[in-house]
């Protein structure tokens, strides 16, 4: 029987090794991590990520031929083929700080696979990792081996949150890279078999070992400019009356350019984008082209500025002070059906509304309490890392900010509020009644274009929509970013 272990239970290594359990049912799965609470959870009714489908993923396979377990190294040295799906964050100290990507964990991971190991195993990039990565890994594997055979491939990871099981198990494609030599491509093979259970062998795109790994930088890179383009559109669409949403579809009707991903929205968010392309400036400037880091970086530069014009449109709205008024924040995930906040907007946009003396109510069907005020007290880059590590900021927030339980205990008497994740629910608000118990003029902010905003002004609201056309009394009070 093959053995398969994963290195890293998270948002990658659950799920992607759940659905291939699934489809395998003839190789055993373990799924290790350090993190104890993490794999108890794994373990329990109650999983530790939110993913629509995972539960019944996981029900179908675990204690049959899927494990989660702490026992990182049993599990490692019995395993023929050993993902590795730690987490890669931005360095937040050091050379390259802010932009290069910390390798600490997937060190720590090779350093115990050599160690551990004591017959011959295929070594799995899983994780997001600089192009080159693969080389390191392989002289930390190969100056420690004791003359076993380790054979490095890249298989990053396209699955998107929120529809991370749905990706699984239909992906656009597989990405397999690894060493031009026979043992490389019999290693490429090995893999390629497991995927072949489930996946067209069509969509098995096999490269070598560079270019796996940056095609997925530039993968994460060209999504992220497309959001960052049609943002920096929505801006233009509000100072001349344009309809962004109806520029992206005349826009996205173009074959060449495609219809997906052009959704205008107060930002990008995720624990992928803004590193990864961090990353990529990085190692462009690393190789002398500072040019091409240049042009990377201004997607970035936008989604800052998206996410700071939203606020202060908020604030310019409201008579240019939101001093001491409650402003009711709807979703704070980084986007619908997940409950992950890594690099959500909403750290922003409420971040600087509370530097304004707002007090703010915020609601979001999968995040907790603790997670909100864990992530408005941290400092920037920090939020990869474990929680012992991370650094928070002296000054209190707590009474600033409330989190509550439903949509409407959140806007009652509230002044304004933004909508900030696209979650259904939004949609099918009683809005009537949200309006009647706000202080008036009653203000909706949705920056992410899911309320009807049309019945909204009908109802007497005053309505700002990202990269729509104006209300009159926006126009007079416009925003500076
Ligand atoms: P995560 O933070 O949810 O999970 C990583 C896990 O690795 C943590 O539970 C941590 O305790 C564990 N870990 C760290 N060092 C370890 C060690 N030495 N031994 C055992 N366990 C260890 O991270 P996530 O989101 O799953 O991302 C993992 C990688 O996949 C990153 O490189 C990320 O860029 C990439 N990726 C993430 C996607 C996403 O949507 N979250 C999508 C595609 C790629």
């Known amino acids: 029987m093959v053995k398969i272990c994963c290195i890293g239970a998270g948002y990658v290594g659950g799920p992607t090794m ?19 609470p993490r794999i108890n959870a794994w373990n329990s009714d109650k999983l530790p990520i939110y993913e629509p489908g995972l539960e019944d993923v996981v029900k179908q396979c675990r204690g ?43 060190e720590s991971a090779a350093r115990m696979i050599a160690d551990v190991s004591k017959s011959s195993k295929i070594v799995v990039e899983k994780s997001t990792v600089p192009v080159r990565t693969a080389e390191a890994i392989e002289k930390i594997l190969t100056h420690n081996s004791k003359g076993i055979d380790f054979q490095i491939l890249s298989n990053p990871e396209f699955l998107a949150e929120g529809t991370a099981i749905k990706d699984l198990y239909n992906p656009d494609r597989v990405l397999i890279g690894g060493r031009d030599n026979a043992a490389g491509q019999k290693a490429i093979e090995a893999l390629r078999d497991v995927y072949a259970h489930w996946v067209p062998v069509e969509r098995i795109i096999c490269t070598n070992l560079w270019s796996a790994e940056l095609s997925k930088l530039a993968a994460n890179a060209f999504l992220a400019q497309r959001i960052s383009s049609v943002n920096a559109m929505s801006a233009l669409c509000e100072a001349t009356g344009a309809d962004v949403t109806q520029v ?5 009707t173009d074959t060449r350019i495609g219809p997906k991903f052009l959704n205008a929205s107060v930002g990008f968010g995720g624990s992928c984008f803004q ?159 949200i309006f009647d118990s706000m202080q008036k003029p009653a203000f909706v902010f949705d920056g992410r274009n899911v309320i009807d905003a049309v019945k909204l002004r009908e109802i007497g609201f005053i309505v700002y929509s990202i990269g729509k056309p104006l209300d009159s009394w926006l126009k007079d009070m416009p925003s500076v970013a």
């Open 275 to 433: 590193k990864d392309i961090l990353n990529l400036i990085y190692i462009c400037e690393c190789n002398g082209l500072p040019d091409a880091a240049n042009y990377w970086k201004q997607v970035i530069k936008v989604n800052d500025y998206q996410k700071i014009r939203f606020a202060n449109r908020v604030v310019s709205s409201m008579f240019n002070t939101v001093s001491g008024k409650k402003i009711a924040i709807l979703g704070f995930a980084f986007k619908k059906d997940t409950g992950d906040t890594r690099e959500t907007p909403a750290i922003d946009v409420c971040n600087r509304l509370v530097a304004d003396k707002a007090k703010l109510s915020i609601y979001d069907p999968q995040v907790v309490e603790e997670q909100i005020k864990r992530d408005l007290s941290m400092a920037r880059f920090d939020w990869d890392h474990p929680v012992p590590l991370q650094q928070f900021k002296a000054e209190g927030i707590s009474e600033q900010v409330s989190v509550v339980s439903d949509a409407y205990e959140a806007t009652k008497d509230a002044h304004g509020l933004c909508v900030l994740t696209e979650w259904d629910e939004f949609k099918s608000l009683d809005y009537k009644t």
């Open 64 to 106: 049959k031929n899927l494990f989660f377990s702490t026992d990182v190294e049993k599990h490692v040295f019995e395993s023929d083929i050993v993902f590795v799906s730690v987490n890669t964050p931005t360095k937040t100290q050091g050379l390259g700080a802010g932009k290069a990507a910390d390798l600490t964990y997937w």
């Open 248 to 252: 992206a579809h005349a826009v996205g």
């Open 18 to 36: 759940a659905v291939m359990a699934l489809k395998c049912p003839e190789i055993e799965v373990a799924v290790v991590d350090i993190s104890e």
